[in-house]
């Protein structure tokens, strides 16, 4: 009997150590591409072989060059779209016998069709969208080949209001579980009671079934802290004839270390079930423990702190290197947006990657997430209005599902200035879209981004669809809205769209609107060059400086918070220009990521860090008077000096956010110190550049993961024989590398730059450029050079392991 029972005991300690309950394989590698349409690709016999070999992510649009017949940017054309097709060949691994096997997509832009072995799978025309599909039934025995197949349509255009990359831009996986498994996002993790002392985190819980059960399941639920310390255990058996039902468990932490952006800790929640004893599943959900609410008074309240939401808008793409999704480089705009202040961010206006909502969780962002930029009525002729009807329930859910666990997703957006706004038609389909988003998760508020400031214009007549109202620009209009919304929360869900071009400096005299009114489609004054200057006072129209639409907000507590236009400059949308301009100007931080000047306005706002940021640069002709800035905080007074002689003290009035001089130029130093007190806080000089002499190369990181995914981000800048950066320098650098990597992109900000991003020459703009340099997955060196005309060429030394 003993030995029996020993033998169970050891084949139950086999059965869990090594009966693998899920797997999860990376499906990025070896695919082939071919721009084109190909309808013969889907079946098993076509031969590929002259295919483009490739990892994924991959988005073939940013490979190209600008032109002006490319449509697929937004407003005068840029880079192109088209239809492409995929295919990869894989072996049935052994690991999947008697087990399902899903293949998951986080996003495809768009209308993509998937076949496996010849058999069509689905399609999904929303670009943004993460799905999958059961290749069960259809995968060879183990071992055998097969073959998937997609085809990408992004051939109709216009069908974007901004540039959304083309093919598989985000991660593929293929998922392995048992016969009885967790659904697919089937984990939903809340906490409805929270405080200092305890919290109930509440676990539900989906499963699937496709196996012939006859004995009760096993539940356990555990809840570990940051440091993997258990603190909180919870086991529920579930009955047979309740296995397609929700299970809900509730845990409570005791004492739980909340979640914020300034403390963003998080808790890992493992699921696991058991059938027989034997471990079936396990799934680890990251999760953070916060409450929140909305005042119509007095704003927004997190953890029971009144918290104003210091956000900003972004688009999905990365710059150079385009929609290909990349853990690192949307870190590193994170990062500088942390800098900055910021602690919220809205994914306008789509639905963000998921790995862009687990570094938000981690570097601690509110995050508004956005469904929809339009519904049944469209922005485009080829946009998503077509698939509206048809997919609007399954997109928003699919969405809603998948988020909800993320402590840093604050809000649902159900949509950006939705024209069936404009005759109310909408009201029906925003409670419609409110209850799908309340259906899969009650806990979050439904919002959405309205133009229109009249009540019977914004979905909430006659209806409940809205908890917080959103509404975009209109910043004149605000003391109206407590009037005539008095019962709801507001938020400034979109201001500003102020333009600004890094490094150029014209006349800092008032505000000017480019275009000027709904009748001019672009500006009529501009600039030759496509340039707009980096004094804030350039908006479009409807828009209005950073500052004033910062201050609209700062001073009012029942504005919950802002959402700026935009956080970093983005491809497509290049009012107030056409063509040639071909990225955005909205950004407080330009395309390349370095910041443009008001950053340093916001961070002197939003952060109590010391700041004092003086511009623009010291190189002008004598005698031409210069508009001097300053942006600094922690002080009540900045002085100026110009080779040493005071130009005097000035102090920020409560209208402006920076103080200013005019200034007649004389080459030298500029310098800017701010007084608390009459004591020194910060010393600040710009130096007249001399002629230029050597290339400087920075990096932001010199050690990579050898992983073929993590970036160094390289700046190349041209400065003067002391290290002034020579302020105008447009010298050509061509970039080579050698060892573990490659260039990914090249950029330097420049809105007009046409030549394409992906290549390694780059002109610099204003005296800087970046090479994006990506490891490999072998692990060495890697020798970055820059060269220029006339110049000895630099190199860094980047490490990969
Ligand atoms: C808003 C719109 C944004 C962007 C912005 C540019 O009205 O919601 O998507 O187009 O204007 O200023």
Redesign the pocket.
Known sequence: MKKLWSLIFILSLYTQVFAQPRTQINFNYDWKFKLGDEPEAKNIAFNDDAWRKLSLPHDWSIEADFAKEHPATNQGGALPGGIAWYRKTFKTPSNTLNKEVSIQFDGIYQHSEVWINGVLLGKRPNGYISFQYDITPHLKPVNQENIIALRVNNSEQPNS??YSGSGIYRNVKLVITNPIAIAQNGVFVTTPQVSAKEATLKHQLQLQNTSDLKSPLEVEVKVLNAKGKLVARNIQTVPVNQLSGIVTQNLNVKNPALWSPQEPNLYQVITKVYQNKVLVDELKTTTGIRSFRFDVKNGFYLNDVPTKILGV?L?HDLGAIGATVNVRAMERQLEMLKAMGTNAIRT??NPPAPEFLDLCDKMGFLVMDEAF?MWKKRKNKFDYHRDFEEWHERDLADLVKRDRNHPSVFMWSIG??IREQFDSTGTKIAANLSKIVKLHDNTRPVTT?L?ETEPAKNFIWKSNALDVLGF??KYFDYDSLPKRFGYIPLIAA?T??ALQTRGVYDLADTLRLWPASSKDKFVVNGNPDYTVTAYDNVA?Y??TSHEKAWKAVKDRNFMSGIFV??GFDYLG?P?PYDFPARS?Y?GIIDLAGFPKDVYYMYQSEWTNQPVLHLLPHWNWQAGKVVDVWAYYNQADEVELFLNGKSLGKKAKTTDELHVSWKVPFEAGTLKAISYLNGKVVLEKEIRTAGAPHHIVLNVDRNKLKADGNDLAFVTATLVDEAGTIVPDADNLIKFTISGAGQIAGTDNGYQADLSSLSKPNRKLWKGKALAIVKATEKSGKIVLTAQADGFKPVSINIKTK
């Open positions: 209001r901004w808008c688009h306008a206006h930029d950006n200035e981004a133009t975009n620009y979109e500003t769209s479009a409807w828009g236009w935009t949308e009012v955005s909205y």
